[in-house]
């Protein structure tokens, strides 16, 4: 959404490239104002692009009635496989998260933008700002934001706050953290893949102390045999949990006995992690009893720390997927 302001800056660039093209090498057309405005219908967080015009909820139920029931449902509870607009309040950290106009858009500018802009899905860009400000009143109210008295006009709906805007934030992490190399560089021609943590990142190109993914740097890495035919890359955490395993968890999940899940067991595996790790670590460290059995708190060695309890998950999970 923050990359829109650059969008734009970057489409009045083209333009007035084009300005230059045009009359040096005698081909395209001016973009006059009008063409631009005919583009230029983004609207920003702040309001900003918001025509004038005034609509309400009341007016706003029958359109929506007659223009967007028919996918999204009465109530915004979609119809069928149609995107469900309304509801699905705390459930974003959940493991089935709703993500509506409501539980999820950090701004109602979007959800004008996107009426306007795309619906109905099969005449987009049919409504007038009127019907506009009108329908997008009645998600709002749909969703508990507004009440049924709104009147929403550009000053109002400038003003709305949505209810989980405060988990969006700026990322203002660099794009790369990588330093160009410029002598004494890996030469790429050695680098070989060999493997990957967790079947997705390579590492072993990763040059010592390049600073590159510190946590996972190839010197780091060894490797363990999984199987007979797969390698498998540890991370440090594996690798120090490792010893704990041998130590206090090998003796069921080795095996599989009393109904733990067996190391390797890729199947077993991918369902509990399929519950997140923190859950994995949770139950580890207070002991758990699912259906299958019994799992001590600690494998039974209360001598261990949380740390080594979770390294010694982390190389049961990474050996298992
Ligand atoms: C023919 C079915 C249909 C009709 C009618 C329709 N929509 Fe949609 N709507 C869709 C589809 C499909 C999408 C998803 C489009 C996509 O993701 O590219 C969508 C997406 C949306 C979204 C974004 C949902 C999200 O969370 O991403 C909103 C808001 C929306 N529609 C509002 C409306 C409104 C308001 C109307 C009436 C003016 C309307 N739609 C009419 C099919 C429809
Ligand atoms: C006495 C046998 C035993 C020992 C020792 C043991 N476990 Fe378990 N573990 C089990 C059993 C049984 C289950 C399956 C419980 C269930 O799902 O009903 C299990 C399940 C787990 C799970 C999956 C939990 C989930 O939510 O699905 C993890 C993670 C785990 N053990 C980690 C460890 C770690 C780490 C150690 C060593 C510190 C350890 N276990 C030692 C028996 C054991």
Known sequence: MFRFRNFNILIACLLMGNVAEAASLGIGTHASPEVILGWDIDIRPDGLGL?????SVSSGEPLYESKCAGCHGLFG???GRWPVLAGGENTLDTMRPEKTVGSYWPYASTLWDYIYRA???TAPQSLTH?????IAAYVLYLNDIVGDDFISNKKTFSQIKMPNVANFYVDDRPDVENVRCMKDCANPAEFQIVTTINGLTPTSHFKKDSGVASSHSGSNVSVVQKSD???????PMANAGKPVYIKSCQTCHNTGIAGAPKLGDLVEWSSRLSQGIRILHKHAINGYQGGSGVMPARGGNMSLTDDEVINAVAYMVELSR
């Open 229 to 235: 035919a797969i390698k498998v890359a540890l991370s």
């Open 119 to 121: 619906m109905p899905y």
């Open 130 to 134: 009127e019907e506009v400000y009108s």
């Open 77 to 79: 509870e979609g119809e």
């Open 51 to 55: 025509p004038d015009g005034e609509g």
